[in-house]
């Protein structure tokens, strides 16, 4: 057969990151992207810019594609839907359904025997107040939060009256955890039910948004097989196919909890294109193209620092040593606390 060409919905940094990953094998891509002047456009043999919903776009789209994978999970179901009837989506838009909702998601990990942090389902005021032995928690919305937007931390019932919540959307109340760290676990699935899992990683996060990334991650080997052992699981039960990150909360008596599921690349996994022979972008590209699967090995160990908003500036300057990897995901417009870059740091 020959290769397929692969069309990717969304162009910010992770569809940038998979462009190039498919050119680096010769996989041809197209990106959709609701944004004109997507990142991810100078890295893509074809672009198209039109609305997720806009059915008449997405079918020319459709038609100069042979399958579709996605850069980020908040694509609309139904979009995803209408295109899988007709071309093969991976991971597949069933997956989605349960992975956008943060409620669907924690019932979903935990009827498989996996734990996640105390939660309950929050329609008005008056379940928060029923519910307040949760407290202090985080007030998450159902749908469509990253890097921390959509949340807010409660302490007490009281704050409740400054908070100003909207109830005409749904939220999950869940117990604040004593942190002792976090860790992800980046997963690839092949549909030959084979996997290639990379080890954990350690992710220390700032005001809710991913600061630094480390391999390896500062944790003992049972918790080490755990992440990996329930990532399997996981990806195993959805049917997966492509490469997804499990993000986890230890907690102060070592106790692990499933934190939340991307159906995606993940910006942890942005240290595997240095510190591996394959990058958690060309697992993702191999997998969904029915490519073959390369034995992973690690080259080294490593860091990596997501670069914020203004910061890009210092690191734009900088001279760089052979070990250091700077990507500047050359994004139009600098906003305070936007990701627009990252470095990494190989060490031994
Ligand atoms: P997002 O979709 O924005 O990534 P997360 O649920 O992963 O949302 O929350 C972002 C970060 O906020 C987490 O990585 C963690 O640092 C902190 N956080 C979220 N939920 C909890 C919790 N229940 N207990 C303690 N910290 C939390
Ligand atoms: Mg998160």
Redesign the pocket.
């Known amino acids: 057969m020959s290769k397929p060409i692969l069309g990717i919905l969304g162009g910010g940094q992770l569809g940038s990151m998979l462009a190039q990953a498919a050119k680096e094998i010769s996989i041809e891509t197209v990106i959709y992207c609701d944004e004109e002047d997507a990142p991810a456009k100078k890295f893509a043999n074809h672009f198209i810019f039109g609305d997720y919903k806009d059915i008449k776009t997405i079918d020319k789209f459709i038609n100069i594609v042979d399958l579709v994978t996605f850069e980020f999970e908040n694509i609309p179901y139904d979009t995803l839907e209408y295109i899988n009837k007709i071309k093969n989506v991976y991971p597949k838009p069933s997956i989605n359904k349960i992975l956008q909702n943060r409620f669907y998601e924690k019932n979903f990990v935990n009827k498989l025997g996996i734990k996640t942090?105390d939660y309950v389902l929050i329609n008005k005021e008056q379940d928060v107040i029923e519910n307040k032995v949760l407290l202090p928690s985080?007030l998450?919305t159902t749908t469509l939060?990253?890097?921390?937007?959509g949340?807010y931390k409660l302490n007490s019932i009281d704050e409740l009256n400054n908070l100003k919540i909207d109830y005409s959307i749904e939220y999950v109340l869940?117990?604040?955890?004593d942190?002792k760290k976090?860790i992800s676990v980046i997963i690839t699935r092949y549909n030959n039910e084979e996997f290639q899992i990379y080890e954990p990683i350690e992710n220390i996060?700032q005001k809710?948004i991913l600061k630094k990334s480390k391999i390896p991650a500062d944790i003992g080997d049972e918790l080490k097989n755990k992440s990996k052992e329930w990532a399997k699981k996981i990806a195993n039960e959805l049917d997966y196919i492509g490469t997804m990150c499990v993000?986890y909360?230890v907690d102060k008596n070592n106790e692990l909890y499933v934190?939340?599921i991307a159906p995606r690349v993940h910006n942890s996994g942005h240290l595997t294109i240095n510190a591996f022979n394959i990058s958690q972008f060309e697992n993702h590209i191999r997998a969904v193209c029915e490519l073959e699967k390369i034995k992973l090995k690690k080259q080294s160990n490593a860091y990596m620092i997501n670069i914020l908003g203004d910061e890009i500036i210092e690191y734009r300057n900088k001279k760089y040593n052979s070990n250091e990897f700077f990507f500047d995901y050359m994004k139009k417009e600098i906003k305070f606390k936007r990701k627009m870059g990252h470095l990494t740091v190989l060490r031994d």
Do not use: A
């Open positions: 942090t985080l998450k939060g990253y890097d921390g937007k949340q869940e117990k604040f955890i942190l976090e996060h809710q993000e909360f934190n939340e």
